[in-house]
């Protein structure tokens, strides 16, 4: 008799933790309550730029409930010397304001809270610089751009190729600071037991943040666990490590009992990352057809004086179009403001802002249709690197959303077009992003009776990883998906790559399937029996990894939106945004669609919304709550929709898979920004596009 073997893969299965979450059973880093923990709150300076002079521990020491103050004078030492934004009250120097210079630990959240904010804090304060601008004299070139590639590349002579070309585009445009804004703001509880440390936090790498916090403390990584099973989003912001953390390991250091650190949605706008503000100029030379010559993108960013952070902005630009002449380069400044760090597709959401309005610009001036610019400009492989793409469906994305979105005979003539009060236009953009995978390790645990548990150090931020890894683990065992339990987000699991760069899944996943795999094989070679201890093997991919053939892996996908801006106010609304995607192949279309409309509606947010306002004055963000830092709610995404096409690739991993937790905000913000220019005539080339900006 033949067996089917159940196949859970490319099924819409539902969240294997939602019971979990919408009954509260899933606990969250600062539900975790050892036995008698105490409260840590943070001081945070209120200058930009110079040294703390004294701080009035003794006052506070008095009030009820206070068990400890601590500032650079009587903090614990770190083991690591570096003066880094992790470096929690190791020196009296200010770097940036909102700075930890100082803490209080009471037996209260609120007996703390209330004593830091009263606690006085003396400064001799410097004259500070917090402004991205073109020309600044600090400007210098990184040696590399996250994660790991050349600050610049040049191939051809696109100075020479610009100089005679027919038609040339030469614009700037700006994206501003942003902050990521998780729906569970960043928290920590702490707790030592003689030499071994536990910390309870919200992360998306449970392994790398024991790592670093093992050589901040000077102890091996073996006696540090890092527990982490459920995390309320991150976008990038909860990938390393940020000061709270390591407040939190200080505090129950100094008084020897476990400490909770929260911090508030205020304090995540100064000491938890956000995406640096850029200044990038795009140029374009093309033959009037539309046929790309020269491509140059040179962008300006900002990072910090306590630490390098380059946003590889002008990256997307490399793999994007073929042209013989073409340049990228990146510059930094140190400012005295806070470190960057990721956002959701860092590098591909500002950069394709700036690359696909270019675009939209050049298929204006030679009057060519926006998505047949896009596709005569289509390389046959990697435009900087030669290597071939292990596949690239940008094409067929962009013909069938131009069929979906009804696209055909579209009035390329801007502000023509009324319905009402409002102004109406449509717009287009590609999407790209590389495909990444990393080294992981997994165990698989066959148990009596036909249950199976599956280990790995995976994240789940939210995304879905423990279901999809859920279905790879049943459909490799051959069992159904109520028998395979899969852990995650503990440090004492087997390694895995952090949750960021969308390559969680591939990286964990490949693992899982060689774990499974290795099951199979032992459970085979005992024809089947399982002992009462179980059978358990064990898988880790960094040969398999590093061995990969050379290929230029990414994702692609072509954005389309309409909007209506009302012709009175300016205020622009979105009445449909389509997105086409070639990700491989889709292991859960529902968590799948989830994804892709979440990194759209993120894009909506960036295109009309989100700027973080700095007060150069004082050096702070003036919009740090979300009453003032706006964000796309509900009514904002009227229809919005996600599909998919077809495709194959055998040279990515054994799901066949590409990562999706990105790209669906990459060219979105281009896309209603050319469909803003299509229905009104006006081009806004900083983000976001806010009415006044129209109105003028």
């Not at 993108?297 to 997307?316: N, P, W």
């Not at 990444?436 to 036909?450: N, V, Y």
């Not at 072509?558 to 449909?576: K, L």
């Amino acid at each position: 008799m033949t067996v089917t073997r159940p196949r859970h893969l490319g099924v819409p299965v539902e969240r294997v933790d939602g019971l979990a979450k919408v009954t509260g059973e899933a606990r969250y880093a600062y539900e975790n309550a050892p036995a008698s923990p105490v409260y840590a709150v943070p001081v945070q300076a209120t200058v930009a730029r110079g040294e703390v002079t004294r701080v009035d521990v003794d006052t506070v020491l008095t009030w009820p409930g206070v068990i400890a103050a601590m500032w650079y004078a009587n903090a614990p030492r770190l083991a690591t010397g570096e003066d880094s934004e992790l470096a929690v009250l190791q020196s009296r120097r200010v770097a940036y304001r909102g700075q930890y210079v100082a803490a209080v630990i009471a037996t209260t959240y609120e007996q703390a809270r209330e004593a830091a904010r009263t606690l006085h804090v003396e400064y001799n304060a410097e004259p500070h610089d917090v402004e991205l601008r073109p020309g600044h004299p600090g400007l210098y070139r990184p040696g590399r751009v996250n994660p790991g590639l050349p600050s610049d590349t040049v191939a051809g002579d696109p100075e020479a190729a610009l100089d005679s070309a027919p038609v040339v585009v030469d614009e700037t445009y700006r994206t501003p600071a942003e902050h990521h804004n998780p729906m569970e703001p960043h928290a920590s509880v702490a707790l030592w037991d003689g030499d071994g440390l536990t910390v309870y936090d919200s992360t998306q790498g449970a392994g790398a943040s024991r790592d670093r916090l093992a050589s901040l403390f000077g102890i091996p990584p073996a006696q540090v666990r890092v527990v982490s099973p459920y995390v309320g989003g991150g976008f990038g912001s909860k990938l390393a490590p940020h000061p709270h953390v390591v407040l939190a390991v200080l505090a129950a250091k100094q008084v020897g009992r476990p400490v909770k650190v929260a911090v508030t949605r205020h304090e995540m706008f100064s000491v938890t990352g956000y995406r640096t503000p850029t200044i990038q100029r795009v140029r374009l030379g093309a033959e009037p057809d539309g046929r790309l010559i020269a491509i140059t993108h040179d962008v300006i960013e900002q990072t910090s004086t306590l630490g390098e952070f380059a946003e590889q902005a002008a990256a997307a630009t490399r793999v994007m179009y073929a042209a013989p002449h073409r340049s990228t380069s990146h510059r930094l400044v140190r400012l005295d403001v806070p470190t960057p760090t990721w956002m959701r597709a860092p590098g591909e959401a500002p950069g394709m802002f700036a690359l696909e309005s270019a675009m939209d610009e050049l298929a204006i001036a030679c009057g060519v249709d926006p998505v047949e610019l896009r596709v005569r400009n289509e390389p046959a492989a990697d435009p900087e690197s030669g290597l071939p793409f292990s596949s690239r469906n940008l094409v067929a994305c962009l013909r069938e959303g131009a069929r979906r979105f009804g696209w055909q005979g579209r009035d390329p003539r801007p502000g023509v077009r009324r319905s009402g009060r409002f102004l109406v236009g449509t717009g287009v953009a590609s999407s790209t992003y590389p495909v990444i995978r990393r080294r992981s390790r997994a165990t698989a645990l066959a148990e009596p009776g036909g249950v199976y548990t599956v280990r790995v150090a995976a994240a789940e931020i939210g995304t879905g990883a423990r279901t999809v890894l859920t279905q790879i683990a049943a459909d490799t065992l051959g069992a159904p998906l109520e028998a395979v339990r899969v852990e995650v987000g503990d440090s004492a699991l087997p390694l895995g790559a952090i949750a960021g760069g969308s390559m969680g899944t591939a990286s964990w996943g490949t693992a899982v399937v060689r774990a499974c795999e290795a099951l199979n094989r032992e459970l085979a070679a005992r024809d089947g029996a399982v002992p009462p201890s179980g059978v358990e093997a064990s898988a880790d991919t960094a040969d398999e990894v590093k061995a990969q053939e050379k290929y230029a892996r990414h994702a692609f996908g072509a954005q389309f939106a309409e909007v209506a801006v009302d012709v009175d106010t300016g205020e622009t609304r979105v009445p449909r945004m389509l997105g086409v995607f070639a990700a491989g192949r889709v292991l859960n279309p529902r968590t799948a669609r989830s994804q892709f409309i979440g990194g759209m509606t993120m894009g909506l947010s960036m295109a009309l919304l989100e700027e973080s306002v700095l007060d150069t004055e004082f050096g702070d963000y003036l919009n740090n709550d979300l009453a003032q830092y706006h964000i796309a709610a509900c009514a904002d995404v009227r229809d919005i929709d996600a599909v998919w096409v077809d495709e194959e690739d055998p040279h990515l991993n054994p799901m066949g898979s590409k990562g999706i937790g990105e790209i669906g905000i990459v060219g979105a913000a281009a896309a209603i920004a050319n469909a803003v220019h299509h229905a009104t005539g006006v081009r806004v080339r900083d983000l976001p596009i806010r009415l006044d900006k129209l109105i003028r």
